[in-house]
């Protein structure tokens, strides 16, 4: 008598649940001029995209599996939190591909 009602509980749940649709993840390269020193900061930029762009895959190499994104893909319209990150001295922000596709394509 339990195992019908269980069978019947978690199929209901099944049909009520809510689909969980992926935001795409945009990303960019680009530079900014530093206020002093006269040097170029090189940022790159992850944010939640609208389908478009080049399909890529962000710090892939032989070790680890790279961080799928649309390279220059219209960005979602709509208001979303900014989070910085640094890679740290000596480091490369590519091995932190991993945190900002998935912070990017977060739902708010």
Not at 20 to 46: H, N, Y
Not at 75 to 104: C, D, K, N, T
Request: charged share 15%; net charge neutral.
């Amino acid at each position: 008598m339990i195992f019908p009602r269980l069978l019947a509980a978690l199929s209901l749940s099944a049909l009520f649940a809510a689909p969980c649709l992926a935001i795409e993840t945009g990303v960019r390269d680009f530079s900014l001029a530093a206020p002093e020193g006269g040097r170029r900061l090189q940022v790159t930029v992850w944010y939640p995209a609208e389908p478009g762009g080049k399909a890529v895959l962000v710090g892939d190499n032989q070790v680890f599996r790279g961080a799928p994104a649309l390279s220059e893909a219209p960005f979602l319209e709509g208001r979303y939190p900014l989070v910085v990150m640094s890679h740290g001295s000596g480091g490369r922000i590519q091995g932190m591909s991993w945190l900002a596709a998935e912070l990017a394509s977060a739902r708010p």
